[in-house]
């Protein structure tokens, strides 16, 4: 294992993974009190699978997803301040209240987003990570999706240039065995995600991803095969979210025993259970770092609440690029 897992590596591990949860369950109640307006999808449940690969990327590397993005971007250095601002539309946040809950974005912290569009983003993961292998960089490009966008059209397309030109992605289908309110089993015969990978001859595995551990170690496989040169890997990560699809989805569609069963994986928990084990920290130590936590989220709030709206002005901002090469004709 080129990244080993160690006490620091618990411990990083329980930290975001709380600040994740307790961030988006005080999304989820100011959803309820319309300070947050649109669409939200919440990440609880489902935090192993970026606390996992944190462990294993480097400042330097891309990260692009779909619209369950908030844990995404406070994982990847964005800070709360800036990720709550944003749902709440204000223009302190990462993309200047712009985007909202489904379109994060940082090109500080090399995280592209945030996408609505399903799917929308897999090319695009591809893309970014043509343009490290052409400026001739080590980086990698870690590119998320969901188990309903892999039935895009343009996955096919993007995996086969990818595999074609070798180039430093790692595809992670975020498979909580649910599109919406649909089934993985009702939307195709090939329920084992992962072996879409294989038609590329691409690497490929199943990961569970209710585990830190197991997220950690596959995907130090996949990046180190990245940064080598030795091209893309596709993760078909087994996850599950306590809450619906979103914030308007009562989730009729599963059962309690279901939900249940999956509750009593949680990663955090795990974590917790595991740092209590091998006697990384005591409860004094849990204790702060819940107040840390605490204090992080409620200052988000207050910085939220505080901030101003764009002005009118803004709509004329941020809609084209300043052209700075001269081979290029305005």
């Not at 995996?159 to 939307?187: D, H, Q």
């Not at 599950?240 to 309690?256: I, L, T, V």
């Not at 069963?261 to 949680?266: A, L, N, P, R, T």
């Not at 101003?308 to 690029?321: F, H, K, S, W």
Request: proline share 3%; glycine share 10%.
């Amino acid at each position: 294992m080129a990244t080993k897992i160690t006490k620091d590596t618990y411990l990083a591990w329980y930290e975001s993974m709380l600040l994740m949860r307790k961030f988006e369950e005080r999304a989820g109640q100011l959803y309820g009190q319309q300070k947050i307006r649109g669409f939200c999808h919440l990440y609880i449940g489902q935090e192993a699978v970026v606390a996992g690969a944190m462990s294993v990327l480097r400042k330097e590397d891309g990260m692009i997803t779909a619209y369950r993005d908030h844990a995404h971007a406070v994982a990847k250095g964005i800070t709360a301040n800036a990720v709550m601002a944003e749902l709440f539309g204000k223009i302190t946040g990462c993309s200047k209240g712009k985007g909202g809950s489904m379109h994060m974005f940082s090109k500080e912290h090399n995280f592209y987003g945030g996408h609505g569009i399903v799917g929308g983003q897999m090319p695009l993961g591809a893309g970014i990570a043509f343009a490290e292998k052409y400026k001739g960089t080590d980086n990698v490009c870690v590119c998320y999706m969901g188990d309903g966008a892999v039935r895009q059209g343009a996955l096919n397309e993007t995996f086969n240039m990818a595999m074609l030109w070798k180039l430093p992605v790692i595809f992670v289908c975020e498979n909580n065995g649910y599109a919406m309110g649909t089934s993985v089993e009702r939307t195709t015969n090939l329920s084992d995600i992962y072996k879409i990978g294989l038609g590329f001859d691409m690497p490929s595995a199943p990961v569970d991803g209710m585990s830190c551990e197991a997220v950690h170690e596959a995907m130090d496989i996949a990046v180190d095969r990245a940064r080598k040169g030795d091209g893309p890997t596709f993760l078909d990560i087994r996850t599950y979210r306590f809450k619906g699809h979103s914030m308007s989805d009562p989730a009729k569609y599963r059962s309690k025993e279901e939900v249940e069963e999956y509750k009593s994986k949680d990663p955090l928990e795990q974590i917790h259970a595991t740092i209590v084990a091998k006697k990384y920290a005591d409860q004094k130590w849990f204790d702060s770092m819940d107040e840390k936590i605490k204090a992080i989220v409620e200052e988000s709030v207050t910085f939220a609440e505080e901030s101003p709206y764009p002005t009118a002005a803004e709509l004329y901002t941020d809609v084209y690029v300043q052209n700075d090469y001269p081979y290029i004709r305005d």
